[in-house]
């Protein structure tokens, strides 16, 4: 295996764990923050699309250009959905609920391809979700209001549009990964162009536009970078792997620069979330996985 590639997706999830921890730092509320993720990401990975000559290869497809823009509209609320939640609960709490995501596709793969679902699969959703609940803190109120307040529904809503952008996305075949995120983070400039707002970045000091400009450019762009630089030429198991150098940085930063001191239940809460998640991503090819690759023609 080349070792480069390896080097760059281990770059790219180490950096992206250090996302929760500036987007705090930001001081403006998520839907700005978004919004100059789209224009970053935009821009970046536009100019490397067009200077690499790719946008002169790419295949046009109806069908392809329309799920790029569903998935666009899911990325967008997935990202809006996770910087709200960082911003009403512990970054540790919400990127472990966040990275819920692949249980939630793995029973999306279920309910809409018939895929069958396992006792044991069953029994690690479960466990995931069992941890999720713990995360939030076992006297955390039931009701709505105390759900919403928690941060718990906002970071699980990102998860479930994170899923939804997977699963969507599975299903495009021939347009680059380069082409269809800049077709997503130029819907994005769409979708939320009506709801800058110029006075949340009045107030903001020099130290706020450096994490504003680093948000963008670092984990939008160079990230985006690296990630897309290397992706196809990783094994799948490698892939599993690194996902989880993502969550685990972001926990750390979280303990370390923070304060975040989590209970002993949280504790058991995050062991029981990526255990769960160990199970349905560490597998060579899981049933939907295959079932994908072989509707896909991977």
């Known amino acids: ?79 809006v959905f996770l910087f709200k939640a960082f911003e009403v609960m512990p970054i540790s709490v919400a990127i472990s609920i966040y990275h819920l995501a692949p249980i939630l596709l793995l029973i999306l793969g279920a309910v809409c391809f018939r895929e069958k679902i396992h006792l044991l699969s069953w029994l690690f959703i479960l466990m995931c979700f069992g941890g999720s609940v713990l995360m939030i803190g076992i006297k955390a109120s039931v009701s709505w209001e105390g759900l919403f307040s928690s941060g718990f529904i906002w970071a699980l809503c990102a998860a479930l549009f994170y899923a939804l952008t997977m699963f969507f996305g599975k299903l495009i075949r021939h347009l680059s990964p380069y082409a269809t995120t800049f077709i997503q983070t130029t819907v994005g400039i769409l979708i939320l162009l009506p709801f800058f707002d110029v006075h949340a970045f009045s107030h903001l000091s020099g130290m706020n536009w450096l994490f504003i ?71 060579k090819k899981s049933r939907i996985q295959q079932s994908h690759a072989e509707k896909n023609g991977f």
């Open 213 to 283: 400009v680093g948000t963008g450019f670092i984990h939008t762009g160079l990230v985006y970078y690296l990630f897309f630089d290397s992706i196809r030429q990783l094994p799948t198991v490698h892939m599993s792997a690194l996902v989880f150098l993502d969550p685990a940085v972001a926990i750390m930063l979280d303990v370390a620069l923070l304060g975040f001191r989590p209970s002993i239940w949280q504790v058991a809460g995050i062991i029981l979330i990526f255990a769960g998640m160990a199970y349905t991503t560490f597998p």
């Open 1 to 79: 295996m080349n070792v480069s590639p390896m080097l760059k997706m281990v770059i790219a999830m180490s950096i992206f764990g250090s996302v929760g921890l500036f987007t705090v730092k930001t001081g403006i509320p998520a839907i700005q923050l978004v919004l100059v993720r789209c224009v970053f990401a935009t821009v970046f990975l536009g100019g490397c699309w067009i200077a690499a000559g790719q946008h002169k290869k790419e295949i046009w497809q109806a069908r392809e250009v329309f799920l790029t823009v569903l998935c666009g509209i899911f990325l967008v609320m997935n990202w």
